[in-house]
């Protein structure tokens, strides 16, 4: 496909949906592929911009109403303020717009109080401020009470931290894929892969796994928190050969899935030190992995 032709590919989309269409919906509907994508125009942000359009979604850095008002929409539909984990699979976005802007998850509510009062919008989002109101008088008065429970006792001014791990290079647990990401680096040696290159792009990372000895293979990996955001994302599956996360809850998936939590169970289980100079067990995966000793890696 030319590069006229997919601007008009993009153009035609974006009239029918009404919106900027996605990779997933220029792949559906258009038939452009990601590769014509980045070839042309170095990925979707590049064509959008050629095509006239703003590019927005995702994959972009979003304006403050926008997500602000998709997580008081969505903390709207529950009738509560949504965690992490409640967002992700009812909004339009990630966590990390959030993150980047506010820090941590539990100053979205104050950020959204703060943008209601600039933009004078507190009557059409009555419902949400009231959410946000009651949760700060419950935890007033969860810190004013001494018999206070621990999972109540949770301040808006801080950030949450996973579960300890009690490794030297990471203190806790990740909650999110950025730390999946930084956890894979810990271990990618025991698991036998050298990573290439990350990318923003699907798939996140390149790497070279040995197969046998002395032989390499180059492997596409995603990254993500729990495998089955895989499916929540629109990924294709014939884009990638393997997903990392720390949680596995996609039973059903058809590629190999390397979960992280157990991995790093069995370096706590054998002893942090003694794991680096050893090669993890096979079965931390779907399918089994090589093992390659010390002496192998040089």
């Known amino acids: 496909m030319s590069r006229v032709e997919i601007l008009q590919a993009i153009r035609s989309c974006a009239r029918k949906l009404k919106h900027n269409p996605t990779r997933r919906e220029l792949r559906m509907t258009a038939r452009v592929s990601e590769e014509a994508l980045h070839k042309h125009f170095g990925g979707l942000k590049g064509a959008l911009e050629k095509a006239g359009l703003r590019p927005s979604g995702s994959g972009f850095r979003q304006q403050e109403s926008t997500v602000l008002l998709d997580w008081a929409g969505v903390a709207r539909k529950l009738g509560k303020i949504p965690t992490v984990t409640e967002y992700e699979s009812r909004g339009r976005f990630s966590d990390m717009p959030f993150h980047t802007r506010y820090g941590n998850w539990t100053s979205v509510p104050d950020a959204f109080q703060r943008f209601a009062r600039k933009e004078k919008i507190q009557g059409k989002w009555k419902d949400v401020l009231g959410m946000i109101g009651a ?70 990372c390149e790497a070279l796994r040995e197969v046998v000895r002395g032989q390499l293979q180059r492997m596409k990996l995603e990254f993500e928190f729990e495998s089955r955001n895989f499916l929540r994302h629109g990924h294709r599956v014939d884009g990638c050969d393997g997903i990392v996360c720390w949680k596995h809850n996609w039973k059903e998936c058809p590629l190999e899935v390397i979960e992280l939590s157990k991995v790093f169970q069995e370096l706590n289980h054998k002893g942090h030190e003694g794991t680096r100079r050893e090669n993890l067990s096979p079965q931390r995966t779907q399918r089994n992995l090589p093992r390659i000793n010390a002496d192998e890696r040089g």
């Open 135 to 204: 949760q700060a008088c419950s935890k007033v008065k969860v810190r004013a009470s001494h018999g206070r429970s621990r999972k109540q006792d949770i301040f808006q001014d801080r950030p949450l931290y996973g579960p300890l791990m009690n490794l030297p290079e990471m203190v806790h647990e990740p909650l999110n894929e950025l730390g999946v990401v930084f956890a894979f680096g810990l271990v990618a040696r025991q698991l036998g892969f050298k990573v290439l290159r990350f990318q923003a792009a699907f798939p996140d």
